[in-house]
């Protein structure tokens, strides 16, 4: 059994990530620093594991935790990830997603370490791009949030550092990502809790912005193979083909419900029109397709966080429009 490292294993992509690693019989060391998203719970039974409460920017800590387990692969997934949050407090981003990377990958350089680094990025990076166009690895950065900035140039740091340095260090961007254990601050969660509570679903302008979605355990599943098939020092675009605007979405999830009423709110600052990746390096080189549809995957999702809400009310004995997010 192989030892991985899972910095962020307390989040969306990181806990599914760890599911589908311990699946494939790797021992997992999951590094956390626990913030207001992070859910012990959807990890409970896990075996092979392996947790630590520890920041990506703490230098002697982090260094002594992969000296001990020597792992084959560092999945980074640690970072702030939610592009409203940035804006309102941008520093919190810099730290984590810019700062904390740097720390890592001074920590492997420094230290000599001989293990591949998988970072996790964004197609955010690319920025707003024109109807029809779908964004290739090598596209120009033009981030528009302090999020997406700060993703932007941890891969600009990686770049540089496996030019300078060598490290292996392989990259990823997907899409935007779906599906059981997101916190409820994301659309597809927040259209789920809203109508639920029996509350109007909350959509920036007119709904109007495009994106492409992919079911979480996909991604994990691209995510791995990128680790074990990859080339160092590549980028992989990780897509489905799936595009809908935010309003189609919502609409999608109000027909497999049942119910759900929509209310139109003033758009966030800077919030992009589209955006559109081209898989097909991965798909060529390294033989990965995703497998789940949307609406399925929406079915799933949409049942996994109805079964939540029905444990919550059980355990908790709260109002079915009571404490819902606070529960999560």
């Not at 001990?68 to 804006?87: G, Q």
């Not at 392989?170 to 779906?178: D, E, G, L, P, V």
């Not at 444990?311 to 429009?321: H, Q, S, V």
Request: net charge positive; charged share 30%.
């Amino acid at each position: 059994m192989k030892n991985v490292i899972v910095t962020g294993g307390l989040g969306f992509i990181g806990s599914n990530l760890i599911k589908l690693l311990n699946k494939k019989n790797y021992f997992v060391i999951n590094i956390d620093k626990v913030s207001y998203s992070s859910n012990f719970s959807y990890l409970k039974k896990i075996k092979y594991y392996k947790f630590y409460k520890a920041n990506i920017n703490n230098f002697l800590l982090i260094s002594d935790i992969i000296k001990k387990y020597k792992p084959k692969f560092i999945f980074n997934l640690a970072a702030e990830t939610h592009v409203d949050r940035s804006i309102d407090r941008p520093l919190e981003f810099i730290k984590s997603n810019y700062l904390g990377l740097f720390n890592l990958i001074e920590i492997i350089r420094k230290n000599k370490l001989n293990v591949k680094l998988i970072h996790v990025s964004t197609d955010e990076v690319y920025g707003d791009i024109k109807k029809k166009k779908k964004s290739k690895e090598n596209d120009t950065y033009n981030p528009s949030s302090p999020y997406s900035s700060t993703k932007a140039g941890a891969d600009l740091l990686i770049k540089s550092y496996v030019k300078t340095f060598g490290l292996p260090i392989t990259i990823t961007r997907s899409c935007n990502n779906y599906g059981p254990n997101q916190y409820p601050e994301k659309l597809i969660p927040t259209i789920i809790y809203k109508i639920f509570k029996n509350e109007p679903i909350p959509i920036y302008g007119k709904g109007k912005n495009e994106r492409e979605w992919i079911y979480v355990k996909d991604n994990c599943e691209a995510i791995l193979k990128v680790a074990e098939k990859g080339k160092v020092g590549e980028i992989y675009n990780i897509g489905s083909k799936k595009i809908f605007t935010n309003l189609q979405v919502a609409k999608k999830i109000i027909a497999i419900i049942g119910k759900g009423k929509i209310k139109f709110v003033i758009d966030r600052p800077g919030h992009d029109m589209r955006y559109c990746l081209n898989s097909n390096k991965i798909k060529k080189e390294i033989d990965w397709t995703p497998k789940t549809g949307f609406n399925k995957g929406l079915k799933i999702t949409i049942k996994w966080y109805f079964k939540k809400f029905r444990i919550n009310f059980y355990k908790k004995k709260i109002g079915k429009r009571q404490g819902i997010i606070n529960e999560f």
